[in-house]
């Protein structure tokens, strides 16, 4: 479903699904928060190497985990009822457990959005153009998230020309979508 989807940072799934499958959040390598729905099902090894996963919330209706679901976990806390099943196999599987109320939802991670470099949500635009123009030229230094996102051209780590040029093609429609990766 979600294997390798390195992008992803947090999630919450929504109660219709009442099944996780197999490897469904495999090597999600971003992922940092999950929130599981009521007597949801999860099959075998379907976080493994969720290396950044921190916290998942586990309803007291959840009774069926599979095998090795967290394997290649990093510092896991199971967030749930006490005596539940949820801390019943945190203390088997020697993960971390903390009362439910306890749970603070952790802040969105500024998702990057390539192009947009005066963070107006909208990409290419003149004043994106513009910023990105004047930062290549040493007329201004862009710093934080424009910084990030203006690296539209992700062969370069730095933010330069390469970059500039990445962006006015997007804006020709010469590029489909940004950040060009060669
Ligand atoms: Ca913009
Ligand atoms: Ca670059």
């Avoid at 201004?140 to 970059?163: E, H, K, Y």
């Amino acid at each position: 479903m979600f294997e390798d989807c390195i992008s992803l940072t947090n999630i919450i799934i929504p109660d219709s699904i009442t099944s996780i499958g197999y490897r469904a959040f495999a090597n999600c390598k971003s992922l940092t928060n999950i929130v599981l729905p009521d007597g949801v099902i999860i099959g075998d090894v379907v976080f493994y190497y969720c290396s950044s996963l921190r916290s998942i919330v586990i309803p007291e209706s959840v009774t069926s985990i599979g095998r090795d679901v967290f394997a290649g976990r990093g510092e896991l806390t199971i967030y749930g009822v006490s005596a539940s099943y949820a801390e019943t196999y945190a203390n088997k599987e020697y993960i971390s457990f903390a009362d439910i109320s306890e749970f603070v939802e952790p802040e969105p991670v500024p998702t990057i959005v390539y192009g947009d470099i005066d963070l107006d949500s909208e990409i290419g635009k003149i004043a994106d153009i513009v910023l990105l123009g004047k930062h290549v030229a040493n007329k201004i230094t862009l710093t934080g998230q424009s910084l990030i996102n203006a690296n539209c051209d992700t062969r370069d780590p730095a933010v330069n020309v390469a970059d500039l040029q990445a962006l006015i093609k997007f804006m020709l429609k010469q590029l489909s979508y940004l950040p060009y990766e060669g």
